[in-house]
């Protein structure tokens, strides 16, 4: 007792100097960033650098505002945490209220030392932006997408990666994939490296079943082992970015390190989304809660979570509801800040049984009090993906149990994603009710759960609304390929061809309807076409290696054949035929 | 005796902050490292004093807007002074500063926080705004961004220096009107 309190007493009082007590603390929680080359605006990797910037290293620690690390305690344990604990946030206090001593130079810890190279060591595969982008000097943040080519034949799959911004200006990035070109197409109509926006194509997608966000002191991202992701040729990489101007004109040009493993996944996680569409929040309105929720359809697993909301949303909080009622929390963050926004990782899954419940809240504050309100005086806000509108999310990575479980998964998720194109259109119509593509995507939820009707009202109605939008017309034409109307449907796909020559889907259906009409030098032109535009379509790969195939052309068959096995391993026919013009091929030798 | 003169410079703060007068003058050194004290001329109509400071993230993504600000008002009379209130920043540290930024205008140093403790000023970025007889019309931030190093929104919704210099040259200038800064404190003195 006497002891203990004989201690106590002595810590309060002990000096606190910048050698004994604040270096171990800022090295490993400052520097990190706070380092030549990284994000951090100036170094902190010396007792100088410290003493100069003691009051303000108090101020935002006491505040929490740094280092930067939204969840809050005892609401899950997540990988690469960067919270202080009370005791450290107590040193630069002290430090400060002492007047900032140096203390013994013996007593210090080792400087820290940081690789100026990748932090795994040289990546399988380094990819950079082409050129580089100018961020302004001022004026807004800035909201951009900069695809980065990949240049690889085969797929690869990702163990970990590495990005590096080269540059300040970055505050946080999302890595996508576009298999489609879209994201080229987009690219291309802008002048300027990238194309703006965080309105990212349907097509542009994060890794399937995966994460992948950066922040500034984000560590290289590793996959648990068994649960690599696919990198596919022919498929770009999409950052997308969030920049701030930093007071004078920027150069950007940001590089990604790949590192891949021989060892495809054993297992796969899979996404679920929580995402509230009714999102509205009156000029003024203060804690306006909007929720949603799920019941998990088999044991998993949970992995990871994204929470994403706007400048509005203040609080987010991740709970889950177990069978037996039981209340766990996965997630709370306090003060929610757009520009810290991440993914998170739990130390250890989280187990989570068949018929837990997930439950979103998100809190908003739309009113002048909110000072990160980006409208003043307040405006009416609605649910919708650019930074003037609101969003209410929360991803869930889950890993199922079992086959039967991942199946059961699947089925939630294309229910789940269903209804949220539903929602997500809907919206989009009460805010414009001209949007045709909206139109589009309504029509194409309704088709793939077999309501043919409703998608065809839906896709005529697109095409009364804009009859130069080349989707509507390929759905209409895919509609009437579904109800054995032969001749309707080449008329729609081939105005969606003279609308947009480059697309895969109505070249894909013609080059069906020739073959199966017994014209394979037309259907193998089409077929052509699609293997050009993406050299990640199966059906063209196999069915134009087919046609090669009867027409005797064994060697071209081979390759077109042995593509389309790579992209789509659980065909059978495939493979089949791939024997058959091996063997044809030894044969003719 | 020890405390003598910085808590006589302390007192002498408080008191003359924000009346700091026309004849007094503004004591600031020159790059070169010569004092001098800033007085009106007769072409001065308004002086406008921001605190900068190298390292600071949010001095420096306001310069752009600080120098359009000093061109659109230069021609009314308004005088512009950048002030360099870090101890640790030398002459060459600022000139580079200055030529990476693009920061043209007069600029000069206060080491001894002798203008800043006179002006009331405690942050970078800080903004002072007085009229020619060194009666204040505003003091505080540049504009509502930020909320703290590291938190603050995609773009200002409010304008505050601007909308004084423009309340200014309309004829009706707010009389003493203050934000509190957001930014970087000064440096601690060795």
Redesign the interface.
Known sequence: MAFGGVFSGAAQSDPVTFHEQVAPVLFRHCSPCHRPGQSA??SLLSFADA??????LA??TA?R??P?WLPAAGHGEFIGERRLTEAEIAVFARWHAA??PEGDAAKAPPAPVFSTEWQLGQPDLVIRMPAAYTVP?????VYRHFILPLTMTNRRWVRAWEFRPNSRAVHHAFLRLDRSGEARRHDAQDPEPGFPGMDTPNSVESPNGHFASWQPGAVPRQNPPGLPWALEPGADVVMQMHL?????PEPLQAELGFYFTEDPPTNRPVKLSLINYDVDLAPGVTNAVYRDELTLPADADLLGLLPHTH?LGRRVEGLAILPDGVEKSLLLIPDW?F??QGDYTFRQPVFLPAGTRLVMRVTFDNSAAN??????PPVRVQFGLN?TDEMAELWLQLLPRTTNGLAAFSRTNLERTVRDVRSFNLQRLRINPKDAAAMVNLGKAALSQGQRAEARTQFLRAVETQPELDDAHYFLGLIHRMENNPGAAAREFARTLELNPGHVRAHGNLGLMHFDYNRPERAAEHFAKAVTLDPTDPIAHGMLGTIRLQQGQWAEAEGLLAHAAELDPADPEVRKKLETARQRLKAGQ | MRFGYPLFALVAGLLWTGCSGSGRGYPVQRLDGAKATLRATPETKAWVFVFLGVECPIANRCLPELMALEREFAGAGVRFCFVYPNQDEDPNVIRRHQADYGLMGETFRDPGLRLARQLGASKTPEAVFLDAAGKLIYRGRINDQFLALGQGKPAPTRRDLAEALTQFCAGHPPAGLVQPPVGCSFRPLP
């Open positions: 605006p100036f003493k100069k910037h003691v009051r303000d101020d935002v505040r505002f740094m930067p007047g900032a000097a001022g004026g807004r943040d701030q101007p930093l007071g004078k400048y800040d520009n810290w000072p990160r309100n980006p409208a003043n930074t």
